[in-house]
């Protein structure tokens, strides 16, 4: 049976962070999509189409990575692409309430999917689209902790 996982997320940037689950999670599946999610709740910096090309870019050397968006549940959206996997990232003990909530509601809603938690590199613990929009805002150099595409992005838009 291939093995494909879901990573989804909003990616408002990708960040170095994302990137290594993206890429550890490679590793072990036969397929990863990274999926961006249309989340009208929240008022991005940067748009789906954005975003997806960003991610596109990221991960261009990763054979097995595909990147997508989708609208509505996510449990919906891994079902329809044959997916058998979700995988997510957790930085600190603060992430574990809500991850566990949500991997609780998927597997009631799907049962035959299963959630892999991913430990965040060390390096990128701290790390979140919203710390790096916020230093970058005020023009702070974030090189080494978006890809370097995102960093150029992020430029432009604060220009
Ligand atoms: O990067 P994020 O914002 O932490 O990602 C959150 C995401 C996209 C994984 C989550 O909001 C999601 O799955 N949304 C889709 C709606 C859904 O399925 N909700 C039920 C599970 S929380």
Redesign the pocket.
Known sequence: MTSIAVC?????PVTLGHLDIISRGASVFDKVIV?V?H?RN?QPMFTVEERVSLLCEATKDLENVEVDS?N??????VKEKKANA?I?GLRAVSDFE?EM??AS??KK?GPEIETFFMMTNNHYSYLS?SIVKEVAKYNADVSDIVPNVVAEALKKKFK
């Open positions: 989804p997320g909003s990616f408002d999926a999610l989340n929240k989708f509505g549940l996510l449990i919906d959206y979700i997510r809500y909530q949500a509601i998927n809603l689209s």
